[in-house]
Each structure stands twice: as structure tokens, then as C-alpha cells.
């Protein structure tokens, strides 16, 4: 039977505009059958394809349709792109299974970091080789160890920011090159507690999501549920910590770090950050979540448009500014 490369000329999730039509393949990231507040049963989509993530809808069939989702990953889904809520959603109409013929490598559909997970781990390891106190590098090096084969394709959220394979490493690798830079600036940054912190603050992420090789996220774990990150992370460093001897208040200053990285109780942080690293720590994740929301926002728009409103970032139109770079100067 000859195979049809049916990935080759459809239109990416990244492209879409309100009012499109869309025919395509993609990646069922996770899907919930629901009811209305009418009773009425219909499947809540979240798809993915290589260049970003969208949610949709299915108002008819559920039952039925939840059976095909059942036994595949990847579905072809028709239907029209709608806005909802400030962001763009899909009504799908129709969606099946792929055909024996039709060639899909699944690799090209699953949205990734845009750097090797190999090379990122390189840079991360000589980062953790910085750090002059040989205690705390053991730790943070032996944490690595632990989590590294996970730590290659681990998202760094279900959705939101980084949530792609390799997108853990990813936006752990961009905090640390961010504050190495910042300490070439202030010279009263302690670089061992910086790179240590930025290392563990979301290690046991991967404790708390259930992420299968291709970075998909099924659901939170048990102890993610219960727990959340920010507390395992803290058992982490207890634990390692003990089997090390690591000084007490090393111990307890770089679990601090994790403590209060949310900075506000009602993200997960009891304390606010009471050490200089741990507040340039709880700045340098939220300036990466947001230059991620923001650049991830602008890829859809022209320059001199805006965007529709993102929820994430209060419900903002964004613009993207023209290129008015000078090719010669004046």
C-alpha cells in the first residue's frame, strides 16, 4: 500500500484566525468528557501540534467520538476556529483515526524546545560545575543524576509556560544564563546559591506530573495533588541533603529558595523570599514564564497588529512592534 505524507502542506495550530476552517492532523495532548449545565454530555480537547497548543470542543457525538480518542493519539479533526474567552478555540465537527496508508511520524507533531535536550544538559551540568562550594555541588550534581533521563523530555507545566517536550530543561537552562548574567552586574550575588536554586526550584515537577516521553502530560500525580513541587522539592533537598551531611543551613537556605520561589501563599509560597538569591530566583522564573507568554503571543500576529486577549497575562492585546532596526546609523 503506498503511504501519503499527509503532514506535508497543512495549516499549523500557530497560524490559525478566528473564523478558519481547519482539516488536519494533530496530537490529542488530554481530553475530558464533560456535561453542560443542561446535562448534556460533550468532550473538551486539548490538541497540539509542532508549533503550539489549542483547546476544543466536540458538542456532538461525545460518547462516540470518545471511543476513537480512546485508542489514538493522533486524530484528524475538521471543524472552524472560534474566540472564547479572549483566546482562540476550536468547534470540531468531525474527527476520525488515521488510515493504515496515511504517513504520520508522530515526532513531527509534538511541540519541542527549540534546543537539543542533549546540548541543554551539557550546558546545565557545567552550570552545576560552577559551583564553587563542593557540598552543594554534590547535592545539586546528585539530584541531576537522579532525574536526568526524565529531565531530557520533562515539560515544565501541563499547560502554559514551557509546556512542550524538553521545556523543563529548557526554561531552567534560560533562568540560569539570565543570572549569570545579572551577577556580572551586582557583585553581592552569592552564583553558587543562584545556580543551586535554579537547578531545584522545579526538579520535582517531575514528581508531580505524569509526562510520557514525548513531554504529553496525562494528569498531576497523587503527591503532585496533594503535595504540589514546591513541598517535594523541599523533601528532596532534605533527603539528599542528609545522605551528603550537607550543613545545616545550607540545607535549609536552598530549601527556603524553593519554599518561596511563588512568592505569594495563594501560588503555593508561605514565605516570601527572605535571602537576596531567593528573591532574584522568584524574579528570574517569572521573567522567563513571561517573556515566554509574551513571545509565544506575538508569533501569531503581524507586526504593528495585536493580539486577541491573553488570559494569562491579565486579559492583555499585545502588540507586536514593528522592525524598525536601522541598517546604518545616523
Not at 82 to 89: A, N
Amino acid at each position: 500500500m503506498e503511504t501519503i505524507n499527509v503532514l506535508e502542506n497543512q495549516k499549523n495550530i500557530i497560524d490559525l484566525k478566528t473564523g478558519d476552517k481547519i482539516d488536519a492532523f494533530v496530537l490529542v495532548k488530554s481530553y475530558d468528557l464533560k456535561k453542560t449545565t443542561a446535562g448534556k454530555q460533550y468532550l473538551d480537547l486539548n490538541l497540539v501540534d509542532k508549533s503550539a497548543e489549542i483547546n476544543a470542543k466536540i458538542w456532538e457525538n461525545a460518547k462516540e467520538n470518545e471511543e476513537i480518542l480512546k485508542d489514538n493519539s493522533i486524530i484528524k479533526i475538521r471543524g472552524e476556529v472560534l474566540e472564547w474567552g479572549g483566546s482562540l478555540q476550536l468547534k470540531l465537527n468531525k474527527i476520525r483515526a488515521p488510515f493504515g496508508n496515511e504517513d504520520i511520524k508522530i515526532s513531527e507533531l509534538v511541540p519541542s524546545a527549540p534546543l537539543d535536550s542533549s546540548e541543554m544538559m551539557d550546558e546545565l551540568i557545567s552550570y552545576a560545575n560552577k559551583i564553587i562550594d563542593k557540598q552543594i555541588r554534590t547535592l545539586v550534581g546528585n539530584i541531576i543524576d537522579k532525574y536526568k533521563s526524565k529531565l531530557m523530555y520533562f515539560p515544565a507545566a501541563k499547560k502554559n509556560h514551557h509546556s512542550y517536550r524538553g521545556g523543563l530543561l529548557y526554561h531552567v537552562l534560560r533562568m540560569l544564563r539570565a543570572g549569570e548574567k545579572l551577577s556580572l552586574v551586582y557583585d553581592c550575588i552569592d552564583t553558587d546559591y543562584i545556580y543551586a536554586g535554579v537547578i531545584l526550584h522545579d526538579i520535582c515537577k517531575i514528581k508531580e506530573m505524569d509526562s510520557d516521553e514525548l513531554g504529553v502530560v496525562s494528569d498531576y500525580t497523587m503527591e503532585g495533588k496533594l503535595l504540589g513541587h514546591i513541598i517535594q522539592g523541599i523533601k528532596e533537598i532534605e533527603n539528599e541533603g542528609e545522605k551528603i551531611g550537607l550543613d545545616r543551613e545550607k540545607s535549609v537556605v536552598l530549601q527556603h529558595m524553593v519554599l518561596s520561589h511563588h512568592y505569594e501563599p495563594e501560588f503555593g509560597s508561605p514565605k516570601k523570599p527572605m535571602t537576596l538569591e531567593a528573591e532574584i530566583l522568584h524574579y528570574l522564573d517569572i521573567i522567563d514564564a513571561r517573556i515566554f507568554d509574551f513571545d509565544n503571543a506575538l508569533k501569531a500576529v503581524n507586526e504593528g497588529e495585536f493580539t486577541d486577549k491573553i488570559w494569562l497575562l491579565d486579559n492583555r492585546n499585545l502588540y507586536k512592534t514593528k522592525n524598525n532596526i536601522k541598517s546604518s546609523t545616523d
